[in-house]
């Protein structure tokens, strides 16, 4: 759905650099265009918003728990006895 209204905003901005006079060649460029931007949006293999942030949020608790984990290492071999 999102991918849909992503073409649709694009096929928007598109047909806004057409003149208002042209309003007949905008329609038929939107329909036209459509299927080709939706085969190339296909073919990118891009990942939705809501698995970007799926794993964005992986990604930080994944880091959070990296700095603790070097904190912990560091105060370990800081309170080790030197012989």
């Known amino acids: ?8 905003d694009l096929l928007k901005q598109i047909s806004s650099l057409l003149p ?7 329609t038929d460029l939107e329909q036209k265009l459509r299927p080709i931007l939706e085969a190339g949006f296909r073919k990118l293999d891009l990942v939705s918003r809501e ?5 964005l949020e992986k990604l930080d608790r994944l880091s959070e728990h990296t700095c603790a984990l070097e904190a912990e290492i560091k105060q370990l071999t800081e309170a080790k006895p030197v012989n």
């Open 1 to 8: 759905m999102i991918e849909k209204l992503a073409i649709t």
């Open 20 to 26: 208002d006079s042209a309003s007949d060649v905008r």
């Open 51 to 55: 698995e970007f942030d799926c794993q």
